[in-house]
Structure formats: C-alpha cells, structure tokens
C-alpha cells in the first residue's frame, strides 16, 4: 500500500540540509518530493526519493535519524477544484490529514500529492472506491 517515505531528524543548525542532499547526491539517490518543517531545535526532512531502501542504509550509515513511512500518493486533477474535490471527500468520510504536501511530478492532467493519515487502508479504500487513482510504489520514480 502506498509510497515509502523517509523522514530525517535534522539538528537546526547550518549545513546539516546540505549535508543530507550531498550525501545522497554522491550515491545516485534522486528526491522527488520533499517537505521541511522546524522548530527552534530541529528539523523534520520528509523525502520521497527513486529508491527508499538504499535511501534509508544511506543516511543511516551517515549517523542521520531517519525513519521510513508508508504515505499515500494520490493522484489529483491538476485544475481548480482537483485538490479541493479529494479534501472534501476525505472530510466527508471523517478521515483526518496529519499532514500533506505536494511533488513536482505530473502526469498529463494530473498531479501528485503525498498525504498521511492515521487510516491509511481506510483512505485508501475510499479514495479508490470514488474514482481517485492511489499510486503505487515507483509512481515517483
């Protein structure tokens, strides 16, 4: 089910950002989709990148904290209205977002949106039972 996400505890301090993209860069990993957020002390990266395990061993090896999540890529209609039309179909259903954001990846008329949820089955099933394309892993790749 899903995508795999991985999210990289990062110390607020300068570099620690750049580090991390080096680090990947120099084995090939490519990011397709990211997300930072901080606080006064530190940073969460979420990264949906081309190939998570390696991703994973990678950062890992390089004493970063990295943990790996399933998220759900949900394709949406890449015009006014596609991305309120899934919101709305999720409150409807009382599926709560924890968080969300968006890739630079389109296919044709549609883009992707990454979504986390404390229902992922549940999401999944009622995005798919109205229509609403859950991609799978290697969409992003």
């Known amino acids: 089910m899903g995508v795999k996400q991985i999210s ?44 998570p ?5 990678i950062l890992k090896a390089n004493d970063f904290v990295v943990q790996e999540t399933d998220v759900l890529a949900v394709e949406v209609e890449d015009r006014p209205g596609g991305l309120s039309r899934v919101l709305a179909l999720l409150d409807s259903n009382a599926i709560n977002i924890e968080y969300m ?4 990846e389109k296919k044709a008329d549609r883009a992707a949106v990454i979504f986390k949820t404390a229902e992922s089955a549940r999401t999944e099933e009622v995005l798919i039972s109205n229509g609403i394309n859950v991609a799978r892993e290697g969409f992003l790749q």
């Open 53 to 57: 395990d390696d991703c994973r061993n």
């Open 8 to 51: 990289i505890f990062l110390e607020n301090k300068r570099g620690r950002l750049a580090e991390v993209t080096r680090v990947l860069a120099e084995r090939g990993i490519n990011i397709k989709a990211l997300s930072l957020a901080d606080t006064s002390d530190f940073g969460m990266l979420r990264l949906i990148v081309d190939r």
């Open 101 to 104: 954001y968006a890739t630079i």
